[in-house]
């Protein structure tokens, strides 16, 4: 005999799983594209002060970022 109970349960696990993945996918791709304003705006500083300070921290972050992306 077929336990309806077992059934529904599965079903409903099922669809929160994937609706779960899907919002994860979303926030990968939020956070991807929230790097890429950042790198940018780290360029941008580098590009607008390459001998001050700050020029030198914007230098120094994208050095580590290029290292942990190599």
Same mark, same amino acid.
């Given at each position: 005999m077929l336990n309806w109970g077992l059934l529904i349960a599965r079903l409903i696990s099922a669809i929160?799983?994937?609706v779960d993945a899907s919002n994860l996918r979303n926030h990968v791709y939020e956070l991807k594209d =929230?790097? =890429?304003i950042l790198k940018t705006a &780290? =360029? @941008?500083i580098l590009r607008m @002060?390459?001998?001050g300070? &700050?020029?030198w921290h914007a230098k120094r972050t994208l050095d580590k970022l290029n290292q942990i992306s190599d």
């Open positions: 929160g799983s994937w =929230e790097n =890429e &780290l =360029e @941008d @002060d390459p001998e300070r &700050l020029g």
